[in-house]
T-cell receptor
Framework: AQTVTQSQPEMSVQEAETVTLSCTYD???????LFWYKQPPSRQMILVIR????KQQNATENRFSVNFQKAAKSFSLKISDSQLGDAAMYFC????????????WGAGTKLIIKP | SQTIHQWPATLVQPVGSPLSLECTVE??????LYWYRQAAGRGLQLLFY??????ISSEVPQNLSASRPQDRQFILSSKKLLLSDSGFYLC?????????????FGSGTQLSVL
């Protein structure tokens, strides 16, 4: 069975600096998708970025980028120029390419932005 | 554009009482629908998903049930709540037939069973 591990329960960063959130996963599959979701204090879950495992190029979305290391089964999220609005819980998630339904979620990392 | 509505936002219920949480999606047809539960400080646990009217799949044996009486309506129910049913419940939808598509989440329901 697949598992997703986020080893950092909490991270803090100074506003305008860069922070990296870690995520590792375990799978025997070769085709899958990875996601980072953000859950601000409002508690609504919002997709930040996604990566297809068959793509070698790392996904980027404005200030958010990932470092996808398929062999190491690592999928870290880098947030550049951190802003106060980035403060939230961040969840890493895995979905098998063979499944439309089951997302495997990490436990989350709480990101604190220091003004 | 598509929107998802989930209500109520908060609910306090006594042990043994029934439960009904409702979720509706607008602006799309035949979406995949999901119910998740999030325990305090934890990740999300998939409870139910549905790919069509009347089609419900359960991921975790529990005290809860789900129904999809209409294409864009998803209901989470219980006949008798347990203390362990407390948590934050999130409804979500996604486009059908797209494994890499993102989930769109509702605003959630905080359920406290006392």
């Amino acid at each position: 069975a697949q598992t997703v591990t986020q080893s950092q329960p909490e991270m803090s960063v100074q506003e305008a600096e860069t922070v990296t959130l870690s995520c590792t996963y375990d799978t025997s599959e070769s085709d899958y998708y990875l996601f980072w979701y953000k859950q601000p204090p409002s508690r609504q879950m919002i997709l930040v970025i996604r990566q297809e495992a068959y793509k070698q190029q790392n996904a980027t979305e404005n200030r958010f980028s990932v470092n996808f290391q398929k062999a190491a089964k690592s999928f870290s999220l880098k947030i550049s120029d951190s802003q106060l609005g980035d403060a939230a819980m961040y969840f890493c998630a895995y979905r098998s390419a063979g499944s439309n339904y089951q997302l495997i979620w990490g436990a989350g990392t709480k990101l604190i932005i220091k003004p | 554009s598509q929107t998802i509505h989930q209500w109520p936002a908060t609910l306090v219920q006594p042990v043994g009482s029934p439960l009904s949480l409702e979720c509706t999606v607008e602006g799309t047809s035949n979406p995949n629908l999901y119910w998740y539960r999030q325990a305090a400080g934890r990740g999300l646990q998939l409870l139910f998903y549905s790919v069509g009217i009347g089609q419900i799949s359960s991921e975790v044996p529990q005290n809860l049930s789900a129904s999809r009486p209409q294409d864009r309506q998803f209901i989470l129910s219980s006949k008798k709540l347990l203390l362990s049913d407390s948590g934050f419940y999130l409804c979500a939808w996604s486009w059908a037939l797209a494994t890499n598509e993102k989930l769109f989440f509702g605003s959630g329901t905080q359920l406290s069973v006392l």
